[in-house]
């Protein structure tokens, strides 16, 4: 009868740990196969043929903070477009139709949020490659 109820205790403990396991391994399964980036036509974001770069962020979004920092310390001339206080910024994010900064725009690729890995993969596509 010990016996029994060790087991059946054993047996729900295994599947809780196994439930949790799921839980907690699902979103970074999720984030694992999620597209680097988006490509398309984002021309008409660029203001010349020569600017290749643009960022829409806030100034208190930690990550934009880091993207912009990033960008200035390769020396990549970049447009940056605040989306709280620049109305062109607010429309053209809008069209976008991200909800989160920084909107990373890259030649033909829009990146969201600031990965050092895919934005220097962006930027060697467009000319800017990393200093090895």
Do not use: W
Not at 10 to 22: E, Q, R, S
Not at 44 to 62: E, K, S
Not at 83 to 108: E, M, T, Y
Not at 124 to 132: L, M, T
């Amino acid at each position: 009868m010990l016996a029994n109820k060790f087991k059946s205790s054993l047996t729900y403990a295994l599947i809780l740990v196994a439930g949790l396991g799921i839980g907690l391994a699902a979103p970074q399964l999720f984030e694992a196969f999620k597209p680097a980036y988006s490509t398309g036509d984002y021309s008409a974001y660029y203001p010349d043929a020569n600017t290749r770069v643009v960022l829409y962020g806030t100034v208190t979004c930690p990550y934009c903070i880091q993207a912009r920092a990033y960008l200035r310390k390769r020396a990549i001339p970049f447009i940056d477009r605040d989306v709280d206080s620049s109305d062109q910024g607010r429309r053209d994010f809008a069209s976008l139709g991200k909800q989160a900064v920084p909107v990373i725009l890259v030649g033909d690729r829009l990146l969201t949020g600031f990965n050092k890995k895919h934005l220097d993969a962006a930027l060697d596509q467009v000319g800017h490659p990393v200093a090895r």
